[in-house]
Protein backbone atom coordinates (compact mmCIF):
# COMPACT_ATOMS: atom_id res chain seq x y z
CA UNK A 1 0.00 0.00 0.00
CA UNK A 2 1.57 3.03 -1.00
CA UNK A 3 1.00 6.63 1.05
CA UNK A 4 -1.48 8.16 -1.96
CA UNK A 5 -3.97 5.06 -0.98
CA UNK A 6 -3.12 5.64 2.49
CA UNK A 7 -4.48 9.07 2.15
CA UNK A 8 -7.41 8.25 -0.36
CA UNK A 9 -8.28 5.94 2.79
CA UNK A 10 -7.95 7.85 5.79
CA UNK A 11 -9.14 11.68 4.53
CA UNK A 12 -11.62 11.65 1.41
CA UNK A 13 -13.56 14.18 2.07
CA UNK A 14 -10.29 16.50 2.56
CA UNK A 15 -9.13 15.12 -1.09
CA UNK A 16 -12.52 16.31 -2.48
CA UNK A 17 -12.29 19.93 -1.16
CA UNK A 18 -8.80 20.47 -2.06
CA UNK A 19 -9.31 19.21 -5.54
CA UNK A 20 -12.68 21.47 -5.96
CA UNK A 21 -11.46 24.36 -3.88
CA UNK A 22 -8.15 24.56 -5.86
CA UNK A 23 -9.48 22.80 -9.26
CA UNK A 24 -6.73 20.16 -9.12
CA UNK A 25 -7.51 16.46 -9.93
CA UNK A 26 -7.79 14.03 -7.73
CA UNK A 27 -4.45 12.82 -8.32
CA UNK A 28 -2.17 16.66 -7.71
CA UNK A 29 -4.88 16.68 -4.24
CA UNK A 30 -3.22 13.53 -3.18
CA UNK A 31 0.15 14.19 -4.39
CA UNK A 32 0.04 17.93 -2.33
CA UNK A 33 -1.42 16.10 1.02
CA UNK A 34 1.66 12.95 0.72
CA UNK A 35 4.55 15.96 -0.23
CA UNK A 36 2.65 17.60 2.66
CA UNK A 37 3.04 14.52 4.91
CA UNK A 38 6.87 13.29 4.17
CA UNK A 39 8.50 16.57 3.63
CA UNK A 40 6.64 18.97 5.54
CA UNK A 41 6.64 22.42 4.41
CA UNK A 42 9.60 23.66 1.92
CA UNK A 43 9.86 25.57 -1.11
CA UNK A 44 11.94 23.12 -3.16
CA UNK A 45 9.52 20.16 -3.11
CA UNK A 46 6.28 22.43 -4.69
CA UNK A 47 5.20 20.29 -8.07
CA UNK A 48 4.21 21.71 -10.96
CA UNK A 49 0.17 21.87 -9.86
CA UNK A 50 0.38 23.40 -6.72
CA UNK A 51 3.16 26.02 -7.11
CA UNK A 52 0.88 28.26 -8.77
CA UNK A 53 -1.70 27.87 -4.83
CA UNK A 54 1.44 28.99 -2.93
CA UNK A 55 2.60 25.01 -2.66
CA UNK A 56 1.13 21.83 -0.83
CA UNK A 57 0.71 23.33 2.41
CA UNK A 58 -1.50 26.43 0.35
CA UNK A 59 -3.66 24.28 -1.37
CA UNK A 60 -4.58 22.60 2.06
CA UNK A 61 -5.53 25.23 3.72
CA UNK A 62 -8.06 26.61 1.31
CA UNK A 63 -9.31 23.05 1.38
CA UNK A 64 -10.08 23.33 5.12
CA UNK A 65 -11.48 26.71 4.33
CA UNK A 66 -14.07 24.90 1.82
CA UNK A 67 -14.57 21.77 3.51
CA UNK A 68 -17.57 22.56 5.49
CA UNK A 69 -19.18 23.83 1.62
CA UNK A 70 -18.79 20.46 0.72
CA UNK A 71 -21.72 19.22 2.84
CA UNK A 72 -23.91 21.07 1.87
CA UNK A 73 -23.73 21.15 -2.22
CA UNK A 74 -24.46 17.24 -2.27
Do not use: K
Not at 34 to 60: H, R
Amino acid sequence: MTMGDLVRQRYPRLIRAVQRGNRLSEPEAVNALVEYGIFGITDDTVSEATAPLGGPLAAIRQGFRNRHRLSTQR
